[in-house]
């Protein structure tokens, strides 16, 4: 009865950066060019794939697939945080919070299934190479691509429902820059155990069964270059971009949500979520792309007809 007669929110508020004029201004500059170029790189990688035959393959249209969702990714929270700058009340309603978290964990789940696709990719290319074209066909990589869309989204759906069914009495004021699934449920007046276990056990499902593919995938293709005669530096290449980028992703997100009190005792929920969700996917590009000869040849050519066409 208590919490019936006491007035639902329907807004938070959301802190972000706060500060003088001259510190606002820079952090709203480093956000909108981190936001620009992880756009444009994502968005010209997805065109290089599309429009060059010799990226026609299982491994770019996985990372197609990623860069696409990357810019999503980032576009869930970064728009949303650069017009804050501009915003005397950085208010959000309670439905447009639900529907920021809903996205933002979805695409994370999606990135997690889809990273672990893309190691499988890698594992058939090297552990099996003979039988790649025929294991990796079409249909395999669009069911395995659609696949990850569908659990991301699935499993954020079970999340979303139970935190959505929690009442918000009061506060409203969340001390981080967009809608996240940590300090959220921190501010119901209801008991949140339930959601709690439905989102503990919902994260161990969508992080470690990937996380468990990606590695066995891994220490395969390791165990496999190890035992050839020649070609390991470039066997071995083709992954260790992918390595890279998945120790960063899962580093700053299992470090982020075992929400431990070191985290709390220094206020570093908000720079850690920077690290993941805007840093992550400005170097996913870069880190894929730097050592691909296919991908530089691409982009060399790219650049070569643009600077024909204006000439």
């Not at 954020?156 to 996240?180: A, M, T």
Request: charged content about 10%.
């Amino acid at each position: 009865m208590e919490v019936e007669n006491q007035t639902q929110v329907t807004k938070f508020i959301l802190v972000g950066f706060p500060g003088n004029w001259g510190m606002r201004v820079a952090v709203f500059l480093m956000f909108l060019m981190a936001y620009i170029l992880t756009v444009a790189e994502n968005v010209v990688i997805i065109l290089l794939v599309q429009q060059n035959r010799p990226l026609h393959k299982p491994m770019y249209f996985f990372l197609a697939n990623l860069s696409f969702l990357e810019t999503w990714y980032i576009s869930v929270t970064v728009p949303k945080l650069l017009f804050s700058f501009s915003s005397v009340s950085n208010s959000i309603s309670f439905t447009h919070c639900m529907i920021q978290l809903y996205f933002f964990i979805a695409l994370m789940c999606t990135e997690c299934v889809l990273l672990a696709a893309m190691a499988y990719d890698r594992y058939v290319a090297i552990c099996r190479p003979l039988h790649y074209p025929t294991i990796m066909s079409h249909g395999l990589r669009f069911h395995l691509s659609l696949g990850s869309w569908a659990i991301g989204f699935g499993i954020s759906l079970g999340k979303i429902y139970f935190i959505s069914r929690l009442s918000f009495c009061g506060p409203n004021v969340i001390n981080h820059f967009f809608c996240d699934i940590s300090p959220v449920p921190n501010l119901s007046c209801t008991d949140v155990s339930v959601a709690e276990l439905v989102d503990f056990i919902l994260a161990l499902v969508i992080f470690l069964l990937p996380l468990a593919i990606t590695v066995l995938s891994c220490g395969c293709i390791l165990a496999t270059v190890l035992h050839m005669p020649t070609g390991k530096q470039k066997a071995f290449s083709t992954c260790a971009s992918h390595l890279v980028v998945v120790t960063i992703f899962y580093s700053a997100t299992i470090f982020m949500y075992a929400r431990l009190q070191a985290i709390h005792a220094f206020n570093m929920n908000k720079v850690i979520s920077i690290f993941y969700a805007i840093v992550t996917p400005a170097l996913s590009p870069f880190i894929y792309c730097l050592r691909n000869r296919e991908v530089k040849e691409a982009l060399k050519k790219l650049a070569y007809c643009q600077a024909v066409q204006s000439d």
